[in-house]
């Protein structure tokens, strides 16, 4: 709805730079018809400041299509990693950095703090792990250190957890939904 007023206001900026330009062109030259051109131009930008942005109108993407998006086929790509591993939700427990293991089976990453909000113990890594485990589809082991702490969960327990595949997490957004649904809960 919001963007009807913007196309007919667009309308209106082009019939206006039109008119203005074919009363000044035959008159003034080039020069001037740029500078109405222009002028009309910085109202236009100026005005349609004004308009809701594209962000107001609609809602920001839901957890459920952030993950889904950001799913990767491979450990090694580095930087879909890093992103869903923010999306998993390690980001808010506290400063940390990961370490992929991808030149043979079994692949893993590790996701190392450097500093807690919480102690250790008082985190629970599951649901990111298994987050983790299922929406990179040759990922096989999460572990997660801080300090002398560890803990560590595979594609294999964690299915067994599901009672599923943990790997439909990316095949399947609908389960990927219900996972988050039930984690949340």
């Not at 709805?1 to 730079?17: C, L, Q």
């Not at 330009?21 to 001037?32: E, Y």
């Not at 390690?90 to 190392?112: C, E, H, N, R």
């Not at 964690?158 to 649904?181: I, M, P, Q």
């Amino acid at each position: 709805m919001a963007s009807g007023p913007v196309i007919h206001f667009g309308v209106w900026v082009r019939k206006v730079v039109d008119t203005l330009c074919a009363r000044v062109a035959p008159r003034r030259g080039r020069v001037l018809r740029a500078q109405v051109a222009v002028g009309a131009l910085l109202i236009a930008v100026t005005l349609g400041g004004c308009a809701p942005s594209g962000a107001e109108k609609s809602d920001p993407p839901n957890r459920v299509q952030s993950l889904w998006s950001a799913r990767t086929d491979f450990v090694g790509d580095s930087s879909r990693v890093a992103e869903l591993a923010d999306q998993a939700g390690f980001g808010p427990a506290g400063t940390y950095s990961l370490a992929l293991q991808t030149k043979q089976a079994p692949y893993a990453m590790t996701v190392a703090f450097d500093h807690l909000d919480k102690p250790f113990d008082d985190v629970d890594f599951s649901a990111n792990a298994t987050l983790m485990l299922g929406l990179v589809s040759n990922l096989d082991m999460v572990s997660v250190t801080a300090d002398d702490h560890s803990y560590s969960l595979t594609a294999s327990a964690a299915s067994t957890s599901l009672g599923f595949d943990v790997k439909e997490l990316g095949r399947d957004e609908t389960k990927l939904e219900a996972y988050l649904d039930l984690a949340r809960d």
